[in-house]
Every structure is written in structure tokens, then in C-alpha cells.
């Protein structure tokens, strides 16, 4: 393979979540040599200006498959902030697999990661690029709160995760990617309801889903309920459907988890009868808020008031944010294990930002020793995403109980 002029080019700079990502590449990215890609040259050289660094701009386009050819084969990763996915995504995705450039983007988008895995994977195992969605809020902490849990029990000859959750604490504000990523999948299943049961599929990402758990074993709870290992009561965690897929992936993927493995995610919500009543009012928002992006009456409503995509929290929003994950399991043997990954960063802007960052330079730089294809964070970069987040002062730890 010839000589690559660059080692991230990162696309959707302009953006929120983008500009993150760049601040954080400025700030932590040595001497990686990076570009910026779009198709406002004018718009990404005041962004460089601003961070002043001296970055290449290259125009591409993300529907521009002839562009994003010339991208994919100057650079030894692409990052992308550029979505909805299912609307701008795809065409970046097969320019890379075909390349044998490496990818990471921020989806949460379950039907664009399913097309994705369809389309791409086998081209990009053979050219040796590593396709590796979900590299931001959704879902690095869920995926590699799970890998360190596993991990520890194993190093401790203790066997491998049963049943596991994840619990999801935080503060930060809510962007327009956000709602608009949302609103993508909401249209694509109004136009074909055929893809609701991708959506419905507990193990919709799967690898091969004939060796998973069936329906009837496994279903997402969508309601309240009391969760058994922290004695809380939980409400359903709106990251939590993709989350969940990603995690069941890698389990599929790196086989480390063991066939006694089971995930959940939730929202934390407190202990007794007034806790009950207020995750099960959650839990009846998040359902109202999807049945109001379906309805032709609510919609026009809810797009008024709903963020615009490529919008974002004001900065003095994002002051105080941060989160935390943690996890919990019963292995194999008995052993209780926990997990946290978190940070003193607002989610879904500056903790992403920097976890797209480090996924970037991670496969830029680092020698991996992961299969190529479409993959996850964990399965992908593992234990190397973990020291590379908590050198920029992220928690990322697993202990016995």
C-alpha cells in the first residue's frame, strides 16, 4: 500500500460534536498529521484559523463517492461527525472499506451500523480497513465498561460476565445530531416498516445471529422495572438500544464474554415508591416523544421546538457537564464485578469529541492486534482506547466487589 499523506483526516469539523473532535486532536494529537474534509473549504479554513493550527483542508462532498475515493486513499483513518448517517454517511463508509482506510464515526444509528455490517464488511476485511462505528457517547463507555469487566474476572480466573447492566449517569447538554439521528430512523422505518424488525432485534447487529439467543430469551425492556443488582429502580436509558447492540457485537465478535452473557442499560432513578412512580413517568416520556416524531400531527410541533441538526449546547451549557457508567455483572463462578468509565466532561460534546479523537489516533497509530471488517470500539482498540482515554483524565476502571 502506498505511503499515506495523512493520518486522520477528520470530516464535520463545522459542526458541534466536529469541532470537539478537532479542539481535542489540537490539544492531544502530537504529532499525528491531520487534515480537515468537507465541502465548504471557506467554512473548514475559518475553523482551522480558529483552532489556529495549519491543517490541509481537502473538499469533498459527503454524497461525492469520486471525492471521497481521494480522501480514503490519502489518509490512514477518516473520522466523521457528519450526520444523520443513514442520510450522509454510506457512501464515506464504502469509500474507506474499499481503500483499506480505517473509519470511526459517532452513530447511534442501528439501521445505518446493520446496512453498514451488510454492505461493507467483508470488503473491508479484505482490504484491512477496521469500519468501526459508534465512537463517541454512543457507545465507547458502555463497550468498554463491559470489556474491563471481563477482563478483570478473567484475570482472576473468576469466568465470564451472566448478567450484566449498566446504569448511565450525567449531566450535559442535548444537540441537534441528537434528534436528528432520531428522526432519521423514525423515517426510515414510516417508509419501510420492514426495518422495525431490525430495530425490535435485541441481537440486530449480530454477527451471526443464528448462534444468539432467540426473541423469546432475550427482549429490551422498555418500561420501569427494579433492577435486582443495585436494588434501584431504572427507567429505560434513551442510548440504551444501541448501546446495547454495539456490546452484544463484540461479545459476538470476540467471543470473550461467554454464552451465559446477558446486557442490559438503564437510568438510575432512586429507591422506593416515589422512585417507582418517577421511572415509570421516564419511561412513558421516551415513549411519547418517538410515537410524537411518528405522528404526521405531532411532528411539525415537535421539529419547532426540537433542536435543529449540526446545532449544539452553548458553552456556558456545557460547563459542568460529565458522566458516568457503571456496570455491574454476576460471572460464571459467582464473582460480583464492577466497572465505571467517566469523565468530568459534558457527554455527548466534549467527552465525544475526545472519544473520537482518541478512536481516530488509536487506529492511526497504534499497533492493534484486531481483525479488520466492520467491528466495534471494544472489539476493535480494547485495552489501547482505555490507556489512550485515561491519559486525557478519563476514569476507566473494574474491580471485585
Not at 83 to 102: F, H, I, K, N, Q
Not at 109 to 135: K, T
Not at 242 to 262: E, P, Q
Not at 303 to 321: F, I, Q, T, W
Request: aromatic share 4%; charged share 25%; with cysteine.
Amino acid at each position: 500500500m502506498p505511503a499515506r499523506s495523512f493520518d486522520v483526516v477528520l470530516t464535520g469539523a463545522t459542526g458541534a460534536a466536529g469541532r470537539r473532535a478537532a479542539e481535542h486532536l489540537r490539544d492531544h494529537g502530537g504529532d499525528a498529521r491531520i487534515a480537515l474534509a468537507g465541502r465548504s473549504p471557506e467554512r473548514l479554513r475559518a475553523v482551522r484559523d480558529d483552532l489556529g493550527v495549519d491543517w490541509p483542508v481537502l473538499v469533498a462532498d459527503s454524497l461525492d463517492r469520486e471525492a471521497l475515493d481521494d480522501v480514503a486513499a490519502q489518509t490512514a483513518v477518516v473520522a466523521t461527525a457528519v450526520g444523520p448517517y443513514s442520510r450522509w454517511g454510506m457512501p464515506l463508509v464504502e469509500a474507506c472499506a474499499d481503500a483499506g482506510t480505517s473509519y470511526c464515526d459517532l452513530t447511534g444509528e442501528i439501521l445505518f451500523m446493520r446496512d453498514s455490517i451488510d454492505l461493507v464488511h467483508e470488503r473491508a476485511a479484505a482490504s484491512g480497513a477496521r469500519i468501526v462505528h459508534a465512537c463517541g457517547y454512543d457507545s465507547v463507555p458502555s463497550d468498554l465498561a463491559v470489556h474491563l469487566l471481563a477482563a478483570r474476572a478473567a484475570a482472576d480466573g473468576q469466568g465470564t460476565p451472566g448478567t450484566t447492566r449498566l446504569l448511565a449517569r450525567g449531566r450535559g447538554g442535548v444537540g441537534g445530531g441528537t434528534i436528528d439521528s432520531a428522526r432519521a430512523q423514525v423515517d426510515e422505518v414510516l417508509a419501510d416498516r420492514s426495518r422495525l424488525r431490525v430495530l425490535a432485534d435485541p441481537y440486530g447487529l449480530s454477527p451471526d445471529r443464528a448462534k444468539d439467543p432467540s426473541r423469546d430469551e432475550v427482549r429490551d425492556r422498555g418500561h420501569a422495572y427494579l433492577d435486582d443488582l443495585t436494588g434501584l429502580w431504572v427507567a429505560p436509558w434513551p442510548l440504551g438500544p444501541a448501546n446495547m447492540r454495539v456490546v452484544r457485537r463484540t461479545a459476538a465478535l470476540t467471543g470473550r464474554y461467554g454464552d451465559a452473557f446477558r446486557y442490559e442499560e438503564a437510568v438510575p432513578i432512586g429507591r422506593g415508591p416515589l422512585a417507582a412512580l418517577g421511572a415509570k413517568a421516564v419511561a412513558g416520556g421516551g415513549r411519547a416523544l418517538l410515537g410524537g416524531l411518528a405522528s404526521r400531527r405531532m411532528r411539525p410541533l415537535l421539529d419547532r421546538v426540537l433542536p435543529k441538526g449540526g446545532s449544539g449546547p452553548s458553552d456556558r451549557a456545557l460547563r459542568g457537564g460529565w458522566f458516568r457508567a457503571d456496570a455491574r455483572t454476576v460471572t460464571t463462578t459467582g464473582a460480583r464485578y464492577s466497572a465505571r468509565i467517566g469523565a468530568p466532561l459534558d457527554p455527548g460534546y466534549g467527552a465525544t469529541g475526545a472519544m473520537l479523537a482518541q478512536s481516530a489516533l488509536a487506529l492511526a497509530l497504534d499497533d492493534l492486534d484486531s481483525p479488520a471488517g466492520v467491528t466495534t470500539p471494544a472489539a476493535a482498540m480494547g485495552d489501547t482506547l482505555v490507556a489512550r482515554l485515561r491519559a486525557v483524565g478519563f476514569t476507566a476502571e473494574a474491580r471485585r466487589r
